[in-house]
């Protein structure tokens, strides 16, 4: 345990190298100082285990334990460990984006074993940043290396780390890897390839992350060997989680094809380069599906939601998981909504003149336009030859129609995937058609019935898109129908504003529409009943064959519901589309 003092002249002399640290990078470079922890409970306050430094991409914040640097005793190493910080900053990852796309790519590379891609990542960026600094700007990263070395340190991965370094820096075998028990050719030639990753992607690194993971994958496989292998390697944990408390980052949704075709073994790629062209077409690839493996949604563009999920907890911990959802589902609709309309200004109304009348003794005297009666006529003749002025108004007297409300109604029993899995149609057309009302000032109730069984309904017709979103992401899978009981709150009276009524469901609502009500109302009845209160128009998007049950459908198209077939859940995108601009884009 050092005494306080020591660790206070640390701080003092620390702070002393911060500027010189930045002018490592870049003289105008402008980052706030780092926050000094004089102790470890400190540290553990900001966040900072393990390790003796982090960052945080949040807040653009470097986090340094002053009293892990001192019991550590590489006190003399300020500069070297303050602009290795500095450079996940603003060379790797740089920024919440870059740092998710990173995390992306080197998933794809960790099949089975996903939850080690922040290891990973902060693995592939500090050796980034430390072979710029030890090569060009000359810091002495080695040395920090063969101070925190000890022979506790070792396994397999820590010796593959410290071997990559040797290969980078030209160092004698056994300068950093200082155990020999663990040394071997597979991981001599490992090493000798990870090298050559490191400088052949140092101006493009993001798309050098999923060899590089490809690299790691053997050392990280067995449970065991990597518990053991992470709690060795923690100290060199600075950027693990730096994304932590970010908020929403856009972007994420699509399907990284590019991502994919990078997920290539070097070794089999060493290999393979010895072949003709005509043996290596795939240049070491893992057999990865390069054609949308993966995708959903439209276009089969999108990863689904499960992974979405995963990925954005990996890069912020903290991430809520309801809110990633609605992220989701949000961000796959904004290319499908309408415009945000046009604010228009009401227009001044001016009376113009237009033309010329007879006045009449029974008219007002001060209409006469005597300048226009003597042209007229010389002689004054009241009613005969005196004239007056007509005028008109130059204001458009056409009354603009707010929008109607919009009632979603979608299925959610048992035959329902739940959204949060898996990619959901009916939960995207649901999320374009009530994203454009609102967009549009029109308010929107939505509700998940899945009976007999649960529903869940936003409360009443409201404008909060977030709890719009939450609602319609939500999961019952109970019974075997949307209910047509759920249509007596908003409908059963006559409601103060109309609405359109759109519901999402199979042929199975024909079954809820004859089931037993055990009132003297028929779930048909209040099916009409709802529509007629409603004012607007009812749709039900049946998924289901061309007129199937076709004399029920004839009923109720008699009662005046539109029926809207898809025989395929991808065609709720275009429904969905179409809806929201006939109904709420103005020209």
């Given at each position: 345990?050092?005494?306080?003092?020591?660790?206070?002249?640390?701080?003092?002399?620390?702070?002393?190298?911060?500027?010189?640290?930045?002018?490592?990078?870049?003289?105008?470079?402008?980052?706030?100082?780092?926050?000094?922890?004089?102790?470890?409970?400190?540290?553990?306050?900001?966040?900072?285990?393990?390790?003796?430094?982090?960052?945080?991409?949040?807040?653009h914040?470097?986090?340094?334990?002053?009293?892990?640097?001192?019991?550590?005793?590489?006190?003399?190493?300020?500069?070297?460990?303050?602009?290795?910080?500095?450079?996940?900053?603003?060379?790797?990852?740089?920024?919440?984006?870059?740092?998710?796309?990173?995390?992306?790519?080197?998933r794809?590379?960790?099949?089975?074993?996903?939850?080690?891609?922040?290891?990973?990542?902060?693995?592939?960026?500090?050796f980034l940043?430390n072979?710029?600094?030890?090569r060009?700007?000359k810091?002495r990263?080695?040395?920090?290396?063969?101070?925190?070395?000890?022979?506790?340190?070792f396994t397999?991965?820590?010796?593959?780390?410290?071997?990559?370094?040797?290969?980078?820096w030209?160092?004698?075998?056994?300068?950093?890897?200082?155990?020999?028990?663990f040394?071997?050719?597979?991981?001599?030639?490992?090493?000798?390839?990870?090298?050559?990753?490191?400088r052949?992607?140092?101006?493009?690194?993001?798309?050098?992350?999923?060899?590089?993971?490809?690299?790691?994958?053997?050392?990280?496989?067995?449970?065991?060997?990597?518990?053991?292998?992470?709690?060795?390697?923690?100290?060199?944990?600075?950027?693990?989680?730096?994304?932590?408390?970010?908020?929403?980052?856009?972007g994420?949704?699509?399907?990284?094809?590019?991502?994919?075709?990078?997920?290539?073994?070097?070794?089999?790629?060493?290999?393979?380069?010895?072949?003709?062209?005509?043996?290596?077409?795939?240049?070491?690839?893992?057999?990865?599906?390069?054609?949308?493996?993966?995708?959903?949604?439209?276009?089969?563009?999108y990863?689904g939601?499960?992974?979405?999920?995963?990925?954005?907890?990996?890069?912020?911990?903290?991430?809520?998981?309801?809110?990633?959802?609605?992220?989701?589902?949000?961000?796959?609709?904004?290319?499908?909504?309408?415009?945000?309309?046009?604010?228009?200004s009401?227009?001044?109304?001016?009376?113009?003149?237009?033309?010329?009348?007879?006045?009449?003794?029974?008219?007002?005297?001060?209409?006469?336009?005597?300048?226009?009666?003597?042209?007229?006529?010389?002689?004054?003749?009241?009613?005969?030859?005196?004239?007056?002025?007509?005028?008109?108004?130059?204001?458009?007297?056409?009354?603009?129609?707010?929008?109607?409300?919009?009632?979603?109604?979608?299925?959610?029993?048992?035959?329902?995937?739940?959204?949060?899995?898996?990619?959901?149609?009916?939960?995207?057309?649901?999320?374009?058609?009530?994203?454009?009302?609102?967009?549009?000032?029109?308010?929107v109730?939505?509700?998940?019935?899945?009976?007999?069984?649960?529903?869940?309904e936003?409360?009443?017709?409201?404008?909060?898109?977030?709890?719009?979103?939450?609602?319609?992401?939500?999961?019952?899978?109970?019974?075997?129908?949307?209910g047509?009981?759920?249509?007596?709150?908003?409908?059963?009276?006559?409601?103060?504003?109309?609405?359109?009524?759109?519901?999402?469901?199979?042929?199975?609502?024909?079954?809820?529409?004859?089931?037993?009500?055990h009132?003297?109302?028929?779930?048909?009845?209040?099916?009409?009943?709802?529509?007629?209160?409603?004012?607007?128009?009812?749709?039900?998007?049946?998924?289901s064959?061309?007129?199937?049950?076709?004399?029920?459908?004839?009923?109720?198209?008699?009662?005046?519901?539109?029926?809207?077939?898809?025989?395929?859940?991808?065609?709720?995108?275009?429904?969905?589309?179409?809806?929201?601009?006939?109904?709420?884009?103005?020209?």
């Amino acid at each position: 345990m050092h005494n306080l003092s020591e660790i206070e002249e640390t701080l003092v002399s620390w702070k002393s190298q911060w500027q010189q640290a930045k002018l490592e990078w870049n003289p105008l470079l402008r980052l706030q100082e780092p926050i000094w922890c004089l102790s470890h409970q400190d540290a553990w306050k900001e966040g900072l285990t393990g390790s003796f430094a982090m960052i945080r991409l949040n807040d653009h914040r470097i986090v340094i334990n002053l009293e892990e640097i001192t019991e550590r005793g590489i006190t003399d190493y300020a500069i070297e460990v303050l602009a290795h910080e500095i450079g996940h900053h603003i060379f790797a990852p740089a920024n919440l984006y870059d740092n998710a796309i990173l995390l992306n790519r080197i998933r794809f590379a960790l099949p089975g074993i996903e939850d080690r891609a922040p290891m990973v990542s902060n693995l592939y960026t500090d050796f980034l940043i430390n072979d710029k600094l030890e090569r060009v700007n000359k810091l002495r990263m080695s040395e920090v290396y063969k101070a925190i070395n000890s022979e506790d340190n070792f396994t397999e991965l820590w010796t593959l780390m410290m071997r990559t370094y040797e290969y980078l820096w030209r160092l004698n075998r056994g300068e950093l890897a200082i155990n020999l028990s663990f040394h071997s050719k597979k991981i001599d030639a490992d090493a000798s390839l990870l090298a050559s990753l490191i400088r052949s992607y140092s101006k493009g690194w993001i798309h050098g992350g999923g060899r590089f993971a490809v690299m790691l994958y053997p050392y990280l496989m067995d449970d065991k060997k990597f518990e053991e292998a992470r709690k060795k390697i923690l100290i060199l944990l600075d950027a693990e989680d730096a994304g932590k408390g970010a908020m929403d980052i856009s972007g994420m949704t699509e399907l990284d094809l590019e991502g994919y075709d990078e997920v290539i073994d070097m070794r089999k790629e060493a290999i393979s380069s010895k072949e003709n062209d005509g043996d290596k077409k795939n240049k070491g690839s893992l057999g990865i599906e390069k054609s949308r493996k993966g995708g959903q949604g439209p276009r089969e563009g999108y990863m689904g939601p499960g992974n979405y999920i995963d990925l954005m907890k990996q890069v912020n911990p903290k991430a809520d998981e309801q809110r990633l959802v609605n992220a989701y589902y949000k961000e796959i609709a904004l290319p499908h909504l309408i415009d945000f309309p046009v604010e228009i200004s009401e227009n001044k109304s001016m009376d113009l003149p237009e033309g010329l009348e007879t006045w009449d003794i029974g008219d007002a005297i001060e209409e006469v336009d005597w300048l226009q009666s003597a042209i007229t006529s010389p002689t004054i003749i009241p009613g005969l030859t005196t004239q007056k002025r007509s005028y008109g108004s130059d204001s458009d007297n056409s009354i603009s129609e707010s929008p109607l409300n919009i009632y979603l109604g979608i299925d959610c029993s048992g035959s329902m995937g739940n959204p949060r899995h898996n990619f959901s149609w009916p939960i995207l057309a649901a999320t374009i058609i009530g994203l454009s009302a609102l967009r549009a000032g029109a308010s929107v109730m939505g509700c998940l019935s899945g009976e007999p069984g649960d529903y869940l309904e936003t409360d009443g017709f409201i404008t909060d898109e977030t709890d719009l979103l939450t609602t319609l992401t939500s999961y019952l899978g109970t019974g075997y129908a949307y209910g047509i009981e759920r249509l007596r709150k908003p409908f059963g009276e006559k409601p103060k504003k109309k609405s359109h009524i759109v519901i999402v469901t199979d042929n199975d609502i024909f079954s809820m529409l004859n089931a037993d009500t055990h009132t003297d109302q028929t779930n048909w009845e209040l099916a009409e009943i709802a529509l007629k209160n409603a004012g607007g128009h009812g749709t039900m998007v049946l998924h289901s064959p061309p007129d199937y049950n076709n004399d029920l459908v004839i009923r109720l198209r008699k009662m005046g519901w539109n029926i809207y077939y898809v025989t395929n859940e991808t065609e709720l995108l275009k429904f969905a589309a179409e809806f929201s601009q006939q109904n709420y884009a103005y020209v």
